[in-house]
């Protein structure tokens, strides 16, 4: 290989680019968003007013966010001719299949998202487009999935609301959209809407480097957090957990498998490539599982498991020596489940909250002229063979 390459598999320690939008600091479990502590945020604001901050990188003022919701309000409708993608798939197909191919088809009704030297104004349209979009599109793969007629958006409603009045909405056991419900979905989003340069982010940011579409990149960085061990594991902890539950509720069972190495089993929810104390999110998330499971009036056995769980892998060696803690994942599906969610919503739910990190960042990409991502490798394959004929071989 010509020139020096520093193999270095899983990016662990290397700094893809430079951004402003979201410090993460994995020693001492600090988040913020543009500066603002993720504990703040989560406590006093909202969703739409955060995806604001993290794409406009600030606090909007009143007649701002009143602009950013009037406008995204405007755009919730999806074309009527994506409802023949929707009939199309499978009724028990995963949500996440259905999302990456439903957001990718909206660059197929909005052609002039194809272009890369679109005015600042056209590509903000673009980002306005997917951000109501994506509300409808989540709730109606949801509604499909239930056999139930979709509800249409009503946009008198703010952003949170009219997704869940969208999912919930005219269903046989009603779940009351009331402050509680709608309170802890703003909190959820807010904890995922952005986390730097993860496995999601890093694939729309090096989709889009390539000029390609903001619709096909957010529909790349969907795909990337499918994997269980990335957005997939908030719907693999619970699967876990309710394994735990069935099998009599061993906890110190499980941990030994987990530990074993000839054993796959790993504890979804567990481990951080950054966060070596604890996840800041997680330790908001759990304490929020204990409100909002009393205000709605719920027990859930599954939380006893995961507290459980919890302390029995803190106090023990293999996990506190690899710094292994509870990450974002681990409880966020005990608040889903507890307001109405079917366990595989779980992940595009993940990316509802992520979507306006991902337009953040790849917008940023694409203003600071990020070259096209093209990483080099370490070859290790064969050299200098020669053509054998078939006769020969
Ligand atoms: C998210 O990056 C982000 O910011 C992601 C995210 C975001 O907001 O975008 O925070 C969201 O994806 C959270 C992570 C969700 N994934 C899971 O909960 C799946 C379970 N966790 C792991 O698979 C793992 O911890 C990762 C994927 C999260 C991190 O993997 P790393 O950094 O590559 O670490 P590793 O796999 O090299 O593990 C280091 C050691 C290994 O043991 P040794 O080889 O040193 O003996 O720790 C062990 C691993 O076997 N280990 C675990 C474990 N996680 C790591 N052992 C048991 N159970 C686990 N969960």
């Avoid at 700094?15 to 600091?25: E, H, R």
């Avoid at 969703?47 to 406008?71: C, K, M, R, T």
């Avoid at 269903?171 to 904890?191: C, F, S």
């Avoid at 995922?192 to 993860?198: C, G, I, R, S, V």
Wanted: proline content about 4%; hydrophobic content about 40%; aromatic content about 10%.
């Amino acid at each position: 290989q010509s020139g020096y390459v520093t193999l270095d598999s899983g990016f662990k320690n290397t700094g893809a680019t430079k951004s402003a939008i979201t410090f993460l600091d994995g020693e001492k479990g600090i988040l913020k968003y543009r500066g603002y502590s993720i504990e703040e945020l989560a406590e006093k604001s909202t969703f739409l007013e955060v995806a604001y901050l993290l794409i406009y990188g600030s606090l909007p003022n009143q007649a701002q966010i009143d602009n950013f919701q009037h406008q995204i309000s405007r755009h919730t409708l999806v074309h009527e001719d994506m409802k023949k993608f929707f009939d199309g798939f499978p009724s028990k197909s995963h949500p996440m299949g259905q999302l990456a191919s439903l957001v990718c088809s909206l660059s197929a009704f909005y052609p002039e998202s194809l272009d890369p030297h679109a005015t600042a104004e056209e590509m903000d349209l673009t980002m306005i487009k997917l951000l109501g979009k994506m509300t409808t599109i989540v709730s109606w793969i949801y509604k499909k999935s239930l056999g139930h007629p979709v509800i249409y958006p009503q946009n008198k409603l703010d952003y949170v609301t009219n997704f869940l009045h969208m999912t919930f909405g005219q269903r046989t056991e009603d779940v009351e959209i009331d402050d509680v419900v709608v309170n802890a979905m703003n909190k959820l989003l807010i904890l995922h809407a952005d986390h730097e340069q993860n496995c999601s982010t890093s694939t729309v940011r090096i989709v889009g480097s390539s000029d390609c579409n903001l619709y096909a990149s957010i529909s790349a960085g969907i795909s990337a957090l499918w994997g269980p061990l990335h957005g997939g594991a908030n719907q693999a902890v619970i699967e876990m957990l309710e394994k735990i539950k069935n099998d009599g509720g061993d906890v110190d069972k499980w941990v030994n498998k987990a530990k074993d190495k000839n054993d796959p089993f790993r504890l979804m929810g567990f481990g951080h490539r950054v966060y070596k104390n604890f996840d800041p999110r997680a330790k908001i998330i759990k304490k929020a599982c204990d409100e909002i499971l009393a205000k709605l009036g719920i027990s859930d056995p599954v939380l006893d498991i995961a507290k459980k769980l919890e302390e029995v892998a803190l106090n023990d060696p293999y996990f506190v020596d690899r710094k292994l803690y509870p990450n974002v994942d681990f409880y966020s599906g005990i608040i889903y489940r507890a307001l109405g969610f079917p366990t595989e919503m779980f992940t595009v739910l993940f990316a509802l909250g992520r979507l306006p990190g991902w337009i953040a960042q790849w917008k940023e990409m694409r203003e600071n002229n990020d070259p096209i991502g093209r990483p080099r490798q370490i070859y290790i394959g064969e050299n200098d063979r020669s053509y054998v004929e078939m006769s020969k071989r």
